[in-house]
């Protein structure tokens, strides 16, 4: 079967963890590659810090606590988006707001922004949905007429870019993800990254346990987590950073082909970046029409051995958000329609052109056929 998705592990790669872990640096708390990793990943986005996480989503909670963010505060994200993002609100004990989605990204909805801040309202996080900036001029625009601060979901964006300006660079702190189906990878792992050097203090001491950041061993000075990154995961992600233009150059190829493959077809709407934007390939989604059963396509491609799955349930529609918050369907009803059409196809950095096809007719079979 033809692999929904596939990391790109190379040689590289073992030996950097090999030399690790010849080095004796295994755990989070010592070592070269963390602050290797850290360093080279906050330079690649163009900001001073980058805090090192064991996950996406621990970046995110640590991004929100380290502001300060708490009991009774409102957070205003993407409705579109793995839950992950409100998560990051809702641990530390704030409200996460949905926003409703636009139409044409799938991103968060700009136009109704404004309208949802209140007196409570501290922070917004827009995710770059499947790797296609938010519009991060204007955001930025909104959030500091409000004095609002942002932190940038990027966990699908690893190099999209606004008007040349690379996501990530915009907001106070911006959170990425390594899981294995980005094209960073690190198996699993996150970072926060800020050019505040108070901001990368605190979080660097939040993940450590709460411990001084001047080093002190035993000296814990707030509530911390242990949120730190293993060295040989980090090893990993520098090997990858040192590779990071084949690895975009291979989804370039794998999208190219899809775009020639299913271009022109009158039931299908293929992702593509809008003008002064640069896309960052995390999946390839596509959007069937509205009179064609996404759930039957999903079931005839699986039939011809295509495991394609949907993207995302919408948030306010999670049974745990809506326990606890009330959302019911028609609440949200771009993100509704947008979670009821779209199809991510099989996607990697190393999926041949002949498997594309293959996908590709395939699709074009069962939706025929329906």
């Known amino acids: 079967m033809i692999p929904v998705f596939e990391p790109y592990i190379g040689d590289e790669e073992s030996r950097a963890v090999d030399a690790a872990i010849k080095r004796g640096e295994i755990s989070g708390s010592f070592g070269e590659a963390i602050p290797a990793f850290e360093r080279r990943f906050a330079d690649y986005v163009g900001v001073k810090h980058g805090v090192a996480t064991t996950s996406g989503t621990t970046a995110l909670e640590l991004a929100v606590a380290s502001a300060g963010i708490g009991r009774g505060d409102e957070v205003l994200v993407s409705a579109s988006t793995n839950i992950a993002t409100a998560l990051a609100a809702y641990r530390n004990n704030a409200v996460p707001v949905p926003v409703d989605s636009e139409p044409e990204t799938w991103n968060i909805d700009l136009d109704l922004v404004e309208g949802l801040i209140t007196e409570r309202t501290k922070a917004i996080i827009p995710v770059h949905l499947f790797g296609h900036p938010v519009d991060m001029d204007r955001l930025m625009e909104i959030a500091n007429k409000h004095d609002l601060l942002v932190i940038e979901d990027c966990a ?7 008007r040349g300006r690379m996501s990530g660079s915009f907001g106070q702190m911006n959170c990425f993800s390594f899981y294995a189906n980005k094209i960073i990878t690190t198996g699993e792992g996150g970072m926060v990254v800020t050019d505040d050097d108070t901001l990368a203090d605190t979080m660097r001491s939040l993940r450590n346990q709460g411990r001084d950041s001047d080093g002190t061993w035993l000296r814990h000075v707030r509530l911390g987590y242990n949120y730190r990154l293993d060295e040989m995961s980090a090893a990993v992600g520098v090997a ?12 370039d190829r794998v999208a190219a082909a899809y775009g020639r493959a299913l271009g022109g077809l009158d039931w299908v709407t293929l992702p593509a970046a809008g003008a002064g934007e640069s896309v960052d390939w995390f999946v390839y989604v596509v959007r069937l029409h509205r009179e064609i059963d996404r759930d039957t396509v999903l079931a005839g491609l699986g ?23 009330g959302f019911k369907p028609g609440d949200f009803p771009v993100t509704e329609r947008v979670a009821a059409s779209t199809l991510a196809l099989p996607f990697s950095s190393r999926l041949p052109d002949e498997d594309v096809a293959y996908v590709a007719e395939a699709l074009r079979e069962v939706v025929s056929a329906r």
Do not use: K, M, N
Not at 240 to 251: F, K, V, Y
Not at 303 to 325: C, I, K, T
């Open 303 to 325: 039939e011809r051995g295509v495991p394609a799955r949907p993207y995302f349930s919408p948030l306010h529609l999670q049974p745990f958000y809506r326990e606890r918050f």
């Open 156 to 162: 699908e964006s690893h190099g999209a870019t606004v």
């Open 240 to 251: 990858q950073l040192e590779r990071l233009a084949e690895l975009r150059a291979g989804r």
